[in-house]
Nanobody
């Protein structure tokens, strides 16, 4: 079973930027990010296949960018022009066969 370890969360002022990383223990084809705001359900941020382009949920387009370093089995989420409503726990995920594997989550807090 693949293991996912996230890093890079923290507190950032509105308008700031933050980059999250997700290191996988093995090669994975499809990975992505989801987020869970306080008191709300987890929602998809975007998905990226190995060797392909990322696709994003509407709210993430133009501000969030997902990339991969396939040599190191690592995926990144670059978040720009952050807003208070981006405050959430961000989870990376990997599709492994019929299963979805999740990282431990990274808290991102955007301060006003």
């Amino acid at each position: 079973q693949v293991q996912l370890v996230e890093s890079g969360g923290g507190v950032v002022p509105e308008g700031g930027s933050l980059r999250l990383a997700c290191a996988a223990s093995e090669r994975i084809n499809v990975m992505g990010w989801s987020r869970q705001p306080p008191g709300a359900q987890r929602v998809l941020v975007g998905t990226i296949p190995r060797g392909g382009s990322a696709i994003y949920s509407e709210f993430a387009k133009g501000r969030f960018f997902i990339s991969r370093d396939n040599n190191n089995n690592t995926m990144f989420l670059q978040m720009n022009n952050l807003k208070s409503e981006d405050t959430a726990v961000y989870y990376c995920y990997a599709l492994e066969g019929d299963n979805v594997r999740w990282g431990q989550g990274a808290q991102v807090t955007v301060s006003q």
